[in-house]
C-alpha cells in the first residue's frame, strides 16, 4: 500500500482495525483513472507495453 500512497492513488482515510489487520483508503481521482485505464487494457487484450 506504501507504494500506492507514494503515487497517489490511494490516501488512508484513517479508520484501522488492528485486530484483523485491516484499514479503510479512499481511490484518488488519479487512482480510479489508473484502474480504468488497466480495466480497458485487459478487456482489449493489450499489456501497458502496447498500448
Known amino acids: 500500500?506504501?507504494?500506492m500512497?507514494?503515487?497517489r492513488l490511494i490516501v488512508a482515510a484513517g479508520?484501522?482495525?488492528p485486530d484483523t489487520k485491516s484499514f479503510e483508503i479512499c481511490i484518488t481521482d488519479?487512482?480510479?483513472a489508473e484502474l480504468e485505464e488497466?480495466?480497458?487494457l485487459?478487456?482489449?487484450g493489450l499489456?501497458?507495453?502496447e498500448a
Request: aromatic share 0%; no cysteine.
Open 30 to 32: 488519479a487512482g480510479r
Open 42 to 44: 485487459s478487456s482489449s
Open 5 to 7: 500512497e507514494v503515487l
Open 15 to 17: 479508520r484501522r482495525d
Open 47 to 49: 499489456s501497458d507495453g
Open 38 to 40: 488497466r480495466q480497458v
Open 1 to 3: 500500500m506504501g507504494l
